[in-house]
């Protein structure tokens, strides 16, 4: 018998690169740019990078902030990464000191500071506003412009609201509000307007670079669509101990459970701390493999800090040191996101980042 007692993280780096190669496709001429923010989702931005810059050819990335770029730009010499949160006081020297890295600038009062700051090997790009109403630059703010500051920008970009419902009427207005800003102020430079979610709503959308993240590390962007992506992420954690519960007992912090009958259960190693939703608690679901397959068992009483405690008295022959799946090919991020009323991006940065896990790359 073996026993384990951290959940584990598998990553599949051969997925993530099928992925990127089919979403480029389905980008035709348009530069797939990988997104690595929040360490690539948590999946780890190097490894990512890495993979995807020697077997894909990638050289355009995006990332949140300067310092998420410094690792990439310091091994490959030949890519660019394209700043979305921009330049402050806190990054300005990483920037002076990395041609590569580039900032999106989103504000009158960022494009000032980045001018004061007088770097000049580098065309910054610009963030405009079309509808979703985060940063970028309104077109009130674009008419104040001079023809020198909108000679400063090298790319233009904005982001789509709605690009996750193919027939929102959002995708059509954001589309119109772009093609006229970028034909006024900007008519001879490259744009960018899709994410993920974007790069299916055709080519009107795709522009010249299209940036590629959640799709990419398999969550369906497109929900109104079979998923296209393979997964990336599977979750599995140990089981810590199994025991009988009589009828009458309760279950968990708060007692929110309560036995009907006599029944079976599984601690397991995993818990919020681990970034499981404790919105599961009494609804979410785990699988078991065992010789009749993958058995699917409920989550009952309260997810805690370490452990999720689960009704195993269906399942066949469950012993200690076997494993529980919380998310794989049959059971994706996705439904894990949809049974604990969240999104698959927030779960999959949550668990992630998370240092209890035993991370295992395959690829």
């Known amino acids: ?95 002076r000191d990395n041609p590569q890295i580039v900032p999106v600038i989103c504000s009158k009062e960022m494009l000032q ?34 023809i020198d500051d909108l000679a400063l920008f090298g790319l233009v970009m904005s982001h789509l609201a709605c690009g996750d419902e193919k027939d929102h009427f959002m995708n059509e207005y954001q589309l119109n509000n772009f093609e006229r800003i970028k034909a006024k102020y900007f008519p001879n430079i490259p744009a960018s307007l899709a994410a993920s979610d974007g790069v299916f709503l055709g080519k ?31 979750v599995k954690a140990p089981v810590l101990q199994v025991t009988d519960l009589a009828k009458g007992e309760f279950v968990g912090y708060s007692a929110t459970y309560r036995a009907a009958g006599k029944r079976r259960i599984a601690i397991v190693s995993i818990g919020y701390g681990d970034g499981v939703p404790r919105s599961l608690s009494n609804v979410g679901k785990v699988f078991f493999k065992t010789a009749k397959g993958m058995e699917e068992a409920r989550i009952i009483g309260r ?19 076997d494993w529980a799946v919380l998310a794989s090919d049959f059971y994706t991020l996705d439904d894990m996101a949809r049974d604990a009323g969240t999104i698959s991006y927030e779960i999959m940065s949550r668990l992630g980042k998370n240092k209890r896990f035993v991370r295992r790359y395959i690829g």
Request: proline letters at 2%; a neutral charge.
């Open 303 to 321: 997810v805690s800090m370490d452990n999720i405690i689960c009704d195993v008295t269906n399942v066949s022959k469950l012993e200690v040191g």
């Open 113 to 146: 500071y980045w001018k004061d700051l007088k770097i000049t090997d580098r065309k910054p790009a610009i963030q405009v506003e079309t509808g979703l109403n985060r940063l970028g630059f309104r077109e009130a703010d674009l008419a104040e412009l001079s």
């Open 1 to 95: 018998m073996s026993i384990f007692t951290r959940a584990i993280l598998e990553i599949n780096l051969n997925n993530l690169l099928d992925n990127y190669k089919v979403l480029q496709e389905i980008a035709g001429s348009a530069t797939g740019a990988a997104v690595i923010k929040d360490d690539a989702y948590g999946l780890g931005a190097e490894r990512v990078a890495d993979v995807l810059y020697n077997k894909a050819g990638v050289r355009c990335f995006f990332a949140a902030h300067a310092m998420e770029a410094l690792p990439i730009v310091q091994k490959y010499r030949d890519v660019t990464v394209y700043i979305l949160q921009g330049i402050g006081e806190d990054s300005a020297n990483i920037f």
């Open 204 to 234: 009107k959308f795709q522009q010249n670079i299209v940036r590629l993240g959640a799709a990419m590390y398999g969550i369906n962007t497109a929900p109104y669509r079979p998923n296209q992506m393979k997964n990336v992420v599977t």
